[in-house]
C-alpha cells in the first residue's frame, strides 16, 4: 500500500559533495573512531576481556570494534588507567558496575536470581533424564508383555509389492 | 510501479484469506471444487508477491528514491550486485522477501500434492495460507516496502519528493556473504512453515498411516539444509567482516537462528522411531510444532530489540506482532493436540534399553537440553530485568560452560547411536562394533597428551572425532566389503553402490562426519592468540610462525567508498609467503566506516588482520593481527554437510524395508497388511 510520509532531509548534498571534501570527512572521521589501544597490559586485556561494551553492540570489550563507538576506547583506556594505579581486579570491576551498571559484566554475580541461570539448564538436564528413563523403563515393561512374533518372508515380499512410492 | 507492487500485496492478502475461508469450507463440505478453487488461490499468492517482489526490485533498479525503502537501503552508486541484495536489507523488504519465499514453499507444497493425499491436503492448504495471511498483513499495513517520499499540500493533493541520491546500504552488508546468507536463512526459517503444515494438518484431519511423517521429515530436511548453510554463512560473514577475529558469539540474533536448527535436528532423528517403530507420535508432533514457534520467535527477537544485539539494523515496534501471533500458535498447536491426543498413541514398546531407541531417546534429550541451555542465556537478561529491574549481560562464558559438555555428549552419542541395532543389541555385537573405533580414540587422545595438548575440552573433542570418524568408517568399509565379495567389484565402486542403495543411511553418515569435521574446526579455538601494535612503514610484529612487515599505508577510492589501506608483507619462517591489504573503509552514501579484514588461510590455521585505524594518542595506524587455528575444518564441514544432506534427499536405487514387530499372524494372500507391518524407503 502506498502511503505518504512527511519527506525526509535532503541527502542529495553528500553527492555534491567534491572529493577533496570527501577525504577530509574520511580521515577526520579515521581520527575520531575511537579504537582499542594498541597495548595493553595482559592483566587489562584480561579485565577487557571479563565486561562487556556497554554501546548495546553486545560484544565483550575487550574485542570491541564497533565502528562509531563512543565507550569501548574510553572504558579500555580507564581499564589501563586503574590497572596503572594497582588497582585490583575487584575493585576495578566494582567501579565499572557502578559506573556502566551490571550489564557491564560478562556475566552477572551468580547471587539473588542470577543463580537460576546456571541452575535452570542443570534442573532441565536432571528432569530430562529423569522423563527418558521414565519413559525407557514403562516402555521396557509393556514390551515383556507384548513380544513381537517374527515376520514372514511372504509377509514381507507382499510388503514390498505393496509399498507406495516414497514422497 | 510502487502502485502495481501496493496493489500485487493487497490482491495477496485477499487470496491468502480466501485460501483460508475457503479451505475451512472445503473440509467442512468436502466439496472438490471448493478444495481446488482453495489450493489455486493459495498457489497464486505465490505469484501475486513475485509481482510484489519484482517491482521492488525494479525500484531499486531504476534508482527510484521516492520510494522511503529505496531511498533508505540503495544509492546510485551501489554495485548491482548489492542492488539486488538491498531488497532484505531492512525491515520491510526483509518481511516481503519472507513472503515470497514462504509463498514459494507453499506454490511447491500444494502443487506436488495437487493429486496426492486429498483428505490431507486442504488442512495444509489452510495452515500455510493462514501463516501466509499473518505476513501480508505485515507488508500491507504494518511495514509495508512501498512508502513514498512526499508530503501533502494545502489541498490535501500529494506532492511526491524524489531524492537526489539514497542513503545507500548498510556497509556490513556490501559483502558477497550477505547476498547469500540471509536468503538461505530465510529458506530455512519459512521453510520449517512446511513440516508444521503437515503435522498440524495430520493431527487435525487424524490422518491415517505414517505417511505425512515421511512428507515432514523431507521437507524438515530441506529447510534444515537450508538453515544450517545460513548459520555457516553468517558465522562467515561475522568472520570476515565484522573483525573481532572470532565467527560466533552467541549474539541472540544467532542464537534465535540456532535454536530451530537444534530442535529440528533432534526431529530428524527422532522422526526414524516413529517410521520404523510407531514410536514417539506426541514428541515429533510437538518438535515439529516448537521448531515452527522457535522460528517465529527468532524473528521476533531479530525484529523487536527485546534483546541487545550487534544485527541491530532491523529493530522497531514489531515484536507486538509477532508476540501476538505466537501466542496464537501455541494455542492452536496446544488446542488441536488436546482434542486430537488419542490419534497420537504409540504403536510399540521397547525391547532392550540397549537400542538404537535409547540412543535417539538420549540425543534428543542432549540437543532439547542445549535448546534450552541456548534459550534460557538468550532470554535471561530480558527475564532478570522483569523480576530485579536491572539490566544484566549473559555473555559468551556462559554458553561456552554449559554448551559445550552438551556438544560433546552428543558427538560421543553421533559415534554410538548409529552402530545400535533397532529394538536390541547384544553385547557381542557392542564389542565388535566399538572396540576398534574406541580404541582409535583413546590412542589419538594419548598421542595428543604426549605432544603436549593438555585443554581438556579440545582433547575430549580430539577422542570424540576420532571414535566417531572409525565408527563411520568401518560402516562403509563393513557394507562396501560384502557388496564387492558379492559382486567382485572393487571397494571404491562398492562403497558407491553402497550409499547409491541407501541415500539416507549414508547420507546421514556424511553428515555426521561433517559434524565432526566442524567439531574440529570449533576446538582450535582453544589455540587462538592475538597480537595489536601501533606499525609505522617497515614495522615488524610476530605472531606464532608468521612476521608481519608493513610495508606501505595508502587511501584508495571508487564511487561507492573511500578506504586506508595497509600493505603488509607475510613472511612465514623468515621467507616471504604473500601480501595482505588489510583496509578500512569510508562508505560515502551512509557515511560510515567498516573494516575490510584480509586472511590468510590455510587448512591448519588462519592468519587474520584487520586494520584497527589510528591510535588516537600517535595517530600511527594500528594492526591487529590474529592467529587462529582450523577455522578452515568449519567452512570445510559445511561443504561436507550439505553434500550430505544432498545425498540423503535423493531416492535410494533400491528401497531398504524395515518391519516393525509384526504381533499378528500373517494374513491370507490378498487381505490387507497388518497396521505393524512397516515399510520405509532407506534405512538411517
Redesign the interface.
Known sequence: ????????E???L??RMN?SV??S??VL????????????SDRAKALSMRM?CVC?????LG??????CTYS?DMLKEIDTRVARSESDDLIVQNFVQEY????????AAK???I???L??II??IG??V??RF??VH??K??VE?A??R??A???A???R???P?? | MDIFGSFALVLALIAAVYAVGAGIAAIRTRNPLLTKSARNAGMSVFILVSMAVVSLEYLFFTNNFSMAYVAEHSNRDLPIFYKFAALWAGQEGSLLFWSWLLSIYAFLALFLNRRKHPELMPYVGVVLATVQTFFLVLNNFVATPFQILGHASAGGALTVVAQADGHGLNPLLQYPEMVIHPPMLYLGYTGFTVPFAFAMAALLGRYPGEKWIHITRRWTMVAWTFQSVGILLGAHWAYAVLGWGGYWAWDPVENASFLPWITGTAFLHSVMMQEKRGMLKVWNVWLVFVTFMLCILGTLLTRSGVVSSVHAFAQSSIGTWFTCFLAFILVACVLAFWKNRDYLRSDNQLDSLVSRESSFLFNNLVLLAGCFAVLWGTLFPVISEWVEGTKISVGAPFFNKVTIPIALFLLFLTGVGPLLAWRKTSYDSLKRNFAWPMAGGIAAGVIALVLGLRYIYPLICLIMSVFVTLTIAAEFWRGASVISARSGTNIIASAGQLVMRNTRRYGGYIVHFAIVVIFIGISGQAFNSDIQQEMAVGSRMNIGPYTIVCQNFDEVKNPNYDSERATLEILLDGKSLMMLYPERRFFLASQVTETMVAIQSTPLRDLYVVYAGRSPETNRPVIHAYLNPLVKCIWFGGLILVLGTALALIPSTQPVMVLRGATEASPAPGSPLPQSVGVAHGDD
Open positions: 500500500m502506498a502511503m505518504i510520509e512527511p519527506v525526509a535532503p541527502i542529495a553528500l553527492a572529493r570527501m577525504l570527512t574520511l572521521n579515521l581520527l575520531v573512531v575511537p579504537l582499542a589501544l594498541a597495548q595493553q562487556m548495546s553492540c553486545n560484544q565483550v574485542v570491541c570494534n564497533h565502528v562509531g576506547h551498571g551490571a550489564a557491564v559484566l560478562l556475566l552477572p539473588g536470581f542470577n537460576w541461570m546456571w535452570m539448564p532441565a538436564v530430562g533424564i522423563v527418558v519413559a525407557l516402555w521396557r509393556n514390551a507384548v513381537p512374533s515376520v514372514s511372504d509377509l514381507i507382499r510388503a514390498r505393496e509399498m507406495g516414497d514422497e
